[in-house]
């Protein structure tokens, strides 16, 4: 782990993967603030350390950093009442936007992304996406995999995706395990790969997963 100076991250929506994540950066030594629809009821469910939770607005303008841990499919209009308490800030894009259907998903966006629309609708913050190819409990222990998983990045600005790589380093992440694609627009791909989560959990139940980008050995080369 590269991180030395304590962050300030700011999660929004008090469901599995903002619980998780607020709960794991605090027992860390992080300072979290969560963000709920209903702080009172999300006061009287948490189970966890000790972590202020205040409304969405509020938690939206406390900290330098901003995690999206909402529901993918509410996400930008939700992000978007937010947007002056979002502006000059990073805004780490964790959500997977689809819709159901009998046997599958579908792309809310297919032909763009969540974290692009987003970036178009917040143009005063810096939208990063990552950690959404994978389970959440992976999010904060990928040295628990049996295979070195990938954390993707994609976002338009370098500084945010360095202060995103600090948090990713804060979570377990060493840096040759976190892959930057480029721009925004290469959400599209991390995205996309959500589509296989109901295949996976048909084929092997709702055991956690993570995915991989592996290299071939010079040797296996020829
Ligand atoms: N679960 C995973 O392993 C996993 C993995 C990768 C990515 N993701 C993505 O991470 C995001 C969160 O997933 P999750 O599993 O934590 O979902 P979840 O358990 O349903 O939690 C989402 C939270 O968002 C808040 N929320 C719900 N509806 C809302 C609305 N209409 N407006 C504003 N806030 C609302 C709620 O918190 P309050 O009641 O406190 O407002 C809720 O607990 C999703 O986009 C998901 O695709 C999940």
């Known amino acids: 782990m590269t991180t030395n ?3 300030t991250v700011s999660v929004l929506g008090t469901g599995r993967v903002g619980s998780h994540i607020a709960a794991v950066l605090t027992q860390r030594g992080h300072t979290v603030t969560l963000g709920s629809r209903s702080p009172e009821q999300a006061i009287v469910r948490w189970t966890g350390p000790a972590v202020p939770i205040l409304s969405l607005e509020e938690a939206a303008g406390t900290a330098p950093m901003v995690v999206n841990a909402l529901p ?3 996400a930008l209009s939700v992000l978007t009442s937010l947007k002056a308490a979002l502006s000059g800030r990073v805004l780490l894009d964790l959500a997977n936007a689809t ?5 599958s998903m579908e792309l809310l966006y297919p032909g763009s992304s969540l974290a692009e629309q987003l970036q178009k609708v917040l143009p005063e913050t810096w939208v990063v996406k990552s950690l959404n190819t ?8 990928p040295q628990g995999q049996v295979a070195p998983p990938t954390a ?6 370098s500084e945010a995706k360095q202060a995103v790589q600090k948090l990713l380093d804060a979570l377990g992440w060493p840096p040759e395990w976190q892959l930057d694609l480029g721009d925004v627009t ?3 791909g991390s995205e996309a790969l959500f589509l296989l989560v109901p295949f996976l959990v048909r084929a092997r139940g709702f055991e956690p997963f993570s995915i991989s980008v592996t290299q071939t050995t010079s040797a296996a080369l020829y």
């Open 186 to 188: 290469a959400a599209r």
């Open 152 to 157: 993707f990045l994609a976002g338009n600005d």
């Open 99 to 103: 819709t159901r259907t009998e046997s």
């Open 134 to 141: 994978m389970t959440y409990t992976v999010m904060t222990n």
């Open 5 to 7: 100076a304590p962050l």
């Open 72 to 74: 993918g499919d509410q």
